[in-house]
Nanobody, 117 residues
Framework: VQLQASGGGLVQPGGSLRLSCAASGSIFSINGMGWYRQTPGKQRELVAHIASGGYTNYADSVKGRFTISRDNAKNTVYLQMQMDSLKPEDTAVYLC??????????WGQGTQVTVSS
C-alpha cells in the first residue's frame, strides 16, 4: 500500500491548484476515494469523495470550488482534485485515502496547501 499526494504550494486568494495522488494497492480500486485536509488543532476533514463508480460528494465549505476525479489502473488509483477560488481557510495539509478511512489507516505524508497574499 502506498499513498503519494502532490501538487500543493503557495497560492494567492482566488487562485487555483491541482492536487494529484497515486494510491497503490488493490484496496483502493474497489473503494471510494477521498481528499482530506488537516490543520493543527482540528479534526481531519473529508472535503471530497468519489465512489468507485464516479459519484461525487463535497463538504459544504468547498462545494462549487473543488472538483474531484479518479482514474483506475491495475492496482493503482490516480486521484486528482482541482481547487479553484481558493480561500485562506483552505490552508491545510491535504491527504488522499480511501473513503471512508480511519485514523489508524496508513495515510502517507500529504501535501501542504497555503493560501495567502
Amino acid at each position: 500500500v502506498q499513498l503519494q499526494a502532490s501538487g500543493g504550494g503557495l497560492v494567492q486568494p482566488g487562485g487555483s491548484l491541482r492536487l494529484s495522488c497515486a494510491a497503490s494497492g488493490s484496496i483502493f480500486s474497489i473503494n471510494g476515494m477521498g481528499w482530506y485536509r488537516q490543520t493543527p488543532g482540528k479534526q481531519r476533514e473529508l472535503v471530497a469523495h468519489i465512489a468507485s463508480g464516479g459519484y461525487t460528494n463535497y463538504a459544504d465549505s468547498v462545494k462549487g470550488r473543488f472538483t474531484i476525479s479518479r482514474d483506475n489502473a491495475k492496482n493503482t488509483v490516480y486521484l486528482q482534485m482541482q481547487m479553484d477560488s481558493l480561500k485562506p481557510e483552505d490552508t491545510a495539509v491535504y491527504l488522499c485515502n480511501k473513503s471512508p478511512a480511519f485514523y489508524s489507516d496508513y495515510w502517507g505524508q500529504g501535501t501542504q496547501v497555503t493560501v495567502s497574499s
